[in-house]
Every structure is written in structure tokens, then in C-alpha cells.
């Protein structure tokens, strides 16, 4: 039996190197975003990207459902899309829905970051005594003090308010996390971007046209505000009925999600999934 | 010891053999302007697989686009690279199976053949009874006239006391199977050798000369030698093949004859990674054998005596002794030189150690050697920079061969496997934000995908080539046989490219390496 002869190897090779020549112009034209249109004309298209932190959610584009989340995919890539404005939507059963209304560009891939918070939070007093054991009671209870121990938990989250208090002049009018700044002008927020437009969050572009600052709107003004724990995108904002999250993103109107709804409550971020909550003198934490 | 600079400006054939140039092993054999021409040819493999990585990260960080464009084009040749390649793979599984079962016997009933006699060389180190003997049962099994063949048993002095008793114990208990026996002693210590391989055979080669082919009026011309690995087991009909093949070479002083290294000795007891690394390296040659242009010797591999003789034997000074003894002559005829690819196999021992790390370890050090091969490059450009008879056609396409073939070990499985997603990394948010940042890691993931699919015929080849089962295995062996190629993504990174890509390196600063004996552990 003879080895592959010459000729059929060339004419292997040309096969090969055939289609290395057709299909690489055609793959990076797919890679970038060139589809081929109703008319039979090449169009240039673009994407969207949404994340979810949840699994379970159902993310609509329109009307149409694009996929439901899950454990190992709670992200969404959709690309072919034509240029335009798409709304998007992420819903879950029990959770404050999302939307927003997203303008796609040629060639580029739209970034949306959902944020789903549960319809109703539950907050957990922190007592300020403990009874004599490990029973924890309230601190209206008729019985005397003298049979009580203070609770250090207490005492801890108390001197986190008190602590900032000492400084509450700038802290609660300025906020600074890396290059971004918050900044609270007589009620009304502004975000502020103060790197360079090449690693500016995606809200502050569109399109690669970027701004410098946005304004947070929010229904009355916003007493306390700080970043919501891991997110860059996202603000607490204690209004005069009650705490909210709301996006810094104002690419369409931002959504704002209710927290707690207890008027005149002051805040502090106490870790990445808590938050203590002062309400006169009762405190709470809540699990974010 | 450095070597003059000869001052003539054509060199060609067996004038090049007489030259200082052709015994060159490095850089330090030189002098003057020819050491620093040798060491930037030496430099140069790892110059351009550093140049590459290097290259496709500053891009991704500078140019991402253009980045991701080259690493989908990329990704695109090297699926069809595969492809081809499977072809080649494809068609010489099957003439591998028509030669292993042909009646090669038949094949040479009408050719003269009696004058012919194998001269058989094998060295070894420190390896067992159990491997040496291996090897020399499977001698006189094999359906050849053993009183035609001459066995030369290569020791090292080195190996002392223990080497030399297993040697006395096979010379007595097969010598008288063959027509000739001998023991060759290589001294320890020989200035200007690298303790070698090389060494070892040239030594033995010449001592067989010199003990049996001389006293006994063989001539040369008649004398086909096989360097064997200590633990190359031939098939059966493996002579008989080989003089088919010696026979009917127009020329067969023009060139070597080369096997396909099975590595089945002991397939059943080697672990899955050292299994899925060896048969790699099996279809590695096969694939060569359809390419007989590309096709170097390799490991155990069979020439004349004269051509050997002619030439002064095997390098003594270097690493890589198998395949620079293709391009010592490949130099000395002035290109005119090839090796016939036999299409048949011998069998050898898969990297086994007592343990998984040793042996992974060993499979490592092995491939690093392999590898260890691109020091052939500079030798290579280095002598058709000096013998002008060499076609200039020739010069370029074994030039643009033997580089893109160290190349592509090196750097191939790095930039399919990490450098597809650098632009994503370092790109920047206005390239991350971009469809083509999106669709990169896709295409990329894809094409590899489909690249894969290519391992469902490497696992059938495999099996196919498998010995017998033993009977204490369990009937699903056959089933982790075929499922072991999952292991592919990962043993072609870390005991393929990344060996490679240490031993370029060290040619590059000059931290050359010796000759790593590979141990044969037997359970």
C-alpha cells in the first residue's frame, strides 16, 4: 500500500487552504457583528448583555422571553439584534421587578445589570438588653432593668452611628468608592466619574460617548445615601418614607427599589449583606 | 574544544563532512564570527515562540481588535491543520495495518537478500534484565534469519558493576541465537563527548566494525544498522520489512528507514496521561510518515553501514543524536538524502514510574528532551548558510519546516488555550463592550470543540493498535482506553507546549541541556 501521494495531498491542502481563505474574511465579519438582512443586504448589528443575580428570574426583551436564569448561566447574551431601542425586563416571583429601556449600537454589546429586591425585607431588632440568660427580650417588657445585661451588639451598631456622626458634615454630603464620587446637593444626588472615559463604569457611556456625572432622581430628597455592598452601579438612599436602592444608571429612567418603608430612618452599611438600620433609638439589621 | 573558522567559501558534500562545521553541537564549538552567527540561530526558535506570546499580549493590550482577529484566524487554521493532518493519520493507520499483516516473507521470495546482514545496536544505561531481555527475546522471535543479524549490546562504563552483569547474563542466554554477539563497553569520561546516546552508539558502531563486520569480511554496503532503544521490541516481520525496503530503494546509502514507535510494551500498566502522551507521539510520527518531506529519524530507526561510516557515525557532542544523524547526512549529500517512511512499528515502553508523580515527572523530562530537538535548528541553517551546493528551493522549504514545526509545539497549544481570551482581559472596557469582544471566547470555544472532535479517530486508532487485554484487567479497560482523550486539551499544554517552550528557552540563554535517560520501570 503506498503513502498519500503527492497530488492528493496538495489537492488536500488546497481544499483546506480554500476554505481558510473564504471563511476567515466571513468569521470576522460574524465576530463583528455583520449579519446578513430581510433584504439580503449585510447589516451591521449589535447585542445585549444583561446580568441577574439571581437564578430563577425570566428575562423578557419586548414581549418576548429570552431566557430564564439559572445556577450556572444567570447571564444573558443576545446578540443579532438591530440597532434600536429594546426594553428589557427581569422578573422572579417574590422579587421587585427590573426594566429598562436599551439602546443598541452596531457592532457594540449593550450592558444592563439587574437588581431584584424581595417585595417585602424583614428587619431584626437588635435588643439592647439581654434578659439574665440567653432569652432576648424586649425592651418594653415591665420587668427590671437590674435583671438585664446590655447587649454589646447593641452597643456596637449604636457607636457605628455615633461614630459617623462625629463626621457627618462631609460624610453625608460626599462618598467616595475608588474614582467614583456621590455627592449630595441639597437633596439631590450626583454621580460622579473622575477616571478616564477608558475605564469609566458602562453607565456612563453610550455609545463611547461618555459623561462626567449623573443626577440620581428620586421622588423627595435624599436625607442619607450610601454604595450598596459590591455593586458600582447601585446607591442606598434614605428618603423621607423609607430606604430605597436606586441605579446610578439614567441611560432610561432609573429604577428604584423600596428597602424598608419606615419614615426617618438613618443607615449604615455594616457588611456586604447587612445593613443596620436606626429607627430612634431601636436598631435593626437588615439582610440584603 | 573550539573549532577554527574555516575560510572557504563554498562548501559542498562530503567536503562539508570534512568541515569543522559539521560536528558542531553548539555555539562554544566555534570561534569568531561563526560562534555568533551559530548562537543567534540558536537563539532563534525561542526568540520567535517568546516573540509570539509576547507578541499576542502586548497586542491585546495595544490593539485588541486586530488581537482577537489574528487569534479567530488562528483558531480556524489550527482546526484545519487538524483536519489535514487526521488525514494523513487516517491513511497511514490503514497501511500500517495492510504492513502488519502482509507476509513480508512472500514479499522477498524473489529477491536476494542472503548477502544482507542487520546489524543491531542497543544501547542501555542502567536499564533492568527484565527490559534488556525484553528486547533481545523479541530478537529471536522475529521471522529473519538470526544467524544474518549481528547484536551489539552498547554499555556504559558508567553504569558499573550491575550493567555489566546483566550484560554477561543476555550474552548468555541468546548469543548463540545470533550469528554475532558483542558487548561493547563505552569508556566513561571521553573528552569532547556528552555522555549520550550518541555517544554510546557511535562507539559501539565502530567497535563492531572493527570486532565483527571486519574479521569476517562483511562489507558495509550490506550492512543495515538499527539503533534501537534499549526497549524497542520489533514485530515480527520487522527485518523483513526493512530489507524489503533496503532492496528496493533506488539508493538505499541515500537514506534511513524509519518505524512507527508504538509504545505498548507496557500500555496496560501505564497510567492514562502517560498512555494519552505516548500514543500522541506515535500518531505525531505517523502523520510524518505521510509526509516523508518533513520526515526526520526519530528515536529507534534503521540505515546503512556505509552511510554511517561515511559520515563517522552518530554526533557524539549533543542531545538529539536520532534526528541530527538525518541532518549530518542530509548535509554531507548536499540535501540529497531522505528517510523512507517503513510504515511498520516496533514497540517501546511508555513513560511508567512507582508513582503518578514520578511518572508525570519523567513524561515531562522525556518531552523536554523531544523538545530539546530545536537545537537541530541552528545546526540545520548554520550548515546551508555554509554549503552553497544545497538547493536554495530545498533550503527554504526544510528551513520554513523545521522552524514552523518547533514553533508551533512551543507556542500552538499557549495561544489556543490562554491567549484566545487575552483581548477580553486586556482589552479594555471599549473592547469589552464590543460584539467581537463578546464572540470571541465563543468562536474560539467552538472551533476547539469541533478541533476535538478529530480525538474520536485517534481514540479508535488507539485501540485498535492495542495488545492483547490481560486477563486480570476488567472489561471496561477498553472503554477508559477511548474516554483517556479528554486528557488531550491538557497533555498537549503541559507535555507539549510547555516542555517545548522550557527547552527553547534554555537554547535561547544558553543553558544547554545533557542527555536525560529515561528510566523503564516495569510493574
Given amino acids: ?288 | 574544544m573550539a573549532l577554527g573558522k574555516v575560510f572557504i567559501s563554498t562548501i559542498s558534500g562530503m567536503d562539508y563532512r570534512k568541515s569543522p562545521y559539521f560536528s558542531v553541537g553548539r555555539a562554544s564549538d566555534l570561534t569568531g564570527s561563526d560562534r555568533l552567527l551559530y548562537r543567534g540561530l540558536e537563539m532563534l526558535p525561542g526568540l520567535l515562540a517568546w516573540g509570539t506570546i509576547i507578541g499576542t499580549i502586548i497586542a491585546s493590550f495595544f490593539v485588541p481588535v486586530w488581537a482577537a482577529y489574528f487569534i479567530i484566524a488562528f483558531d480556524l487554521y489550527w482546526l484545519l491543520k487538524n483536519a489535514y493532518l487526521s488525514i494523513h493519520l487516517r491513511h497511514n493507520w490503514r497501511r500500517i495495518k495492510y504492513n502488519v499483516s502482509l507476509d513480508w516473507k512472500k514479499m522477498l521470495s524473489n529477491m536476494k537478500h542472503e548477502r544482507l546482514i542487520h546489524l543491531v545496536i542497543l544501547p542501555f544505561y542502567t536499564e533492568s534484565l527484565e527490559v534488556v531481555g525484553q528486547s533481545i527475546e523479541a530478537l529471536t522471535k522475529v521471522r529473519y534469519d538470526q544467524k544474518k543479524m549481528a547484536i551489539v549490546l552498547a554499555s556504559e562504563e558508567s553504569a558499573g558493576e550491575g550493567a555489566k552483569e546483566i550484560a554477561e547474563t543476555i550474552r548468555k542466554k541468546y548469543a548463540h541465537f545470533f550469528g554475532h554477539f558483542l558487548i561493547t563497553v563505552h569508556p566513561k569520561g571521553t573528552p569532547g563527548e556528552m555522555a549520550g546516546k550518541g555517544s554510546n552508539i557511535s562507539y559501539a558502531a565502530e567497535d563492531a566494525r572493527k570486532k565483527i563486520l571486519d574479521p569476517n569480511g562483511i562489507s558495509y554496503d550490506d550492512t543495515i544498522v538499527s539503533a534501537f532503544d534499549v526497549d524497542t521490541v520489533a514485530y515480527k516481520d520487522y527485518f523483513l520489512c526493512l530489507t524489503w525496503n533496503f532492496l528496493t530503494t533506488p539508493d538505499p546509502h541515500k537514506v534511513s528507514f524509519q518505524p512507527v514507535p508504538f509504545y505498548n510494551n507496557n500500555i496496560w500498566d501505564a497510567p492514562a496521561l502517560s498512555r494519552v502522551v505516548a500514543a500522541s507521539s506515535t500518531f505525531w510520527q505517523m502523520i510524518q510518515q505521510e509526509r516523508p518531506e518533513k520526515l526526520a529519524t526519530f528515536s529507534s530507526h534503521s540505515v546503512s553501514f556505509r552511510s554511517l561510516y561515511e559520515i563517522g557515525y552518530w554526533q557524539k557532542n549533543m542531545v538529539s543524536e536520532d534526528s541530527r544523524i538525518f541532518w549530518n547526512f542530509f548535509l554531507a549529500r548536499n540535501g540529497d538524502y531522505s528517510v523512507i517512511p517503513m510504515s511498520y512499528p516496533v514497540s517501546m515502553d511508555a513513560n511508567l514510574a512507582s508513582s503518578f508523580f514520578q511518572t508525570a515527572k519523567n513524561i515531562y523530562k522525556q518531552h523536554r528532551r523531544w523538545s530539546w530537538g530545536a537545537e537541530n535548528i541552528p545546526y540545520i541553517l548554520f550548515g546551508f548558510i555554509k554549503n552553497k551546493a544545497i538547493p536554495l528551493r530545498t533550503k527554504l522549504r526544510i528551513s520554513f519546516n523545521q522552524i514552523e514545526g518547533f514553533w508551533s509545539l512551543a507556542t500552538n497549544p499557549i495561544m489556543i488555550f490562554f491567549l484566545g481570551w487575552l483581548p477580553v482581559v486586556l482589552g479594555g472596557d471599549f473592547f469589552n463592550v464590543s460584539i467581537l469582544s463578546y464572540n470571541l471566547p465563543f468562536l474560539t470555544r467552538n472551533l476547539m470543540i469541533v478541533s476535538m472532535l478529530g480525538l474520536i479517530l485517534t481514540g479508535i486508532i488507539f485501540i485498535s493498535f492495542l495488545p492483547d487485554k490481560p486477563k486480570e484487567r476488567s472489561r471496561f479497560s477498553k472503554v477508559y482506553m477511548a474516554l483517556q482523550w479528554i486528557l488531550i486539551p491538557f497533555t498537549i499544554l503541559i507535555f507539549g507546549a510547555i516542555p517545548g517552550l522550557d527547552a527553547q528557552t534554555r537554547l535561547l540563554f544558553g543553558k544547554y541541556l545533557g542527555f536525560w535517560v529515561t528510566p523503564k520501570h516495569r510493574k
Avoid at chain 1, 460622579?192 to 455609545?207: E, I, L, M, R, T
Fill in chain 1, 1 to 288: 500500500m503506498k503513502p498519500l501521494s503527492i497530488r492528493r495531498r496538495r489537492v488536500y491542502l488546497s481544499f483546506f487552504s480554500l476554505i481558510f481563505i473564504i471563511s476567515i474574511p466571513l468569521l470576522i465579519l460574524y465576530a463583528t457583528g455583520y449579519r446578513i438582512g430581510d433584504a439580503l443586504n449585510i447589516v451591521r448589528t449589535g447585542g445585549l448583555y444583561v446580568s441577574v443575580p439571581y437564578s430563577g428570574a425570566q428575562v423578557f426583551i419586548g414581549e418576548t422571553i429570552m431566557k430564564e436564569t439559572s445556577i450556572f448561566q444567570k447571564n444573558i447574551f443576545v446578540q443579532n439584534l438591530k440597532p434600536g431601542s429594546y426594553d428589557v425586563r427581569v422578573l422572579k416571583d417574590g422579587l421587585q421587578a427590573w426594566s429598562k429601556r436599551l439602546m443598541v449600537f452596531p457592532q457594540t454589546v449593550t450592558e444592563g445589570y439587574a437588581f431584584l429586591f424581595p417585595l417585602k425585607l424583614v428587619l431584626v431588632e437588635i435588643p439592647e438588653f439581654f434578659m439574665d440568660g440567653t432569652e432576648k427580650i424586649a425592651t418594653s417588657t415591665m420587668v427590671s432593668k437590674k435583671n438585664f445585661l446590655r447587649n454589646p451588639e447593641y452597643r456596637t451598631a449604636l457607636l457605628s452611628f455615633a461614630t459617623t456622626s462625629t463626621a457627618s458634615t462631609s460624610e453625608d454630603v460626599l462618598k467616595i468608592k475608588r474614582k467614583l464620587s456621590l455627592e449630595n446637593r441639597g437633596g439631590t444626588l450626583y454621580a460622579q466619574w473622575k477616571g478616564g472615559p477608558d475605564s469609566a463604569p458602562h453607565y456612563f457611556c453610550v455609545n463611547q460617548v461618555c459623561k462626567d456625572e449623573i443626577m440620581i432622581k428620586t421622588k423627595s430628597k435624599v436625607r442619607k445615601f450610601d454604595f450598596f455592598p459590591g455593586r458600582d452601579d447601585l446607591v442606598i438612599v434614605a428618603l423621607s418614607d423609607g430606604l430605597y436602592v436606586t441605579e446610578i444608571d439614567d441611560r432610561s429612567q432609573q429604577n428604584i427599589q423600596l428597602l424598608v418603608a419606615v419614615p426617618m430612618l438613618d443607615f449604615r452599611v455594616q457588611s456586604d449583606e447587612t445593613l443596620l438600620i436606626k429607627e430612634d433609638k431601636k436598631l435593626y439589621t437588615l439582610s440584603i
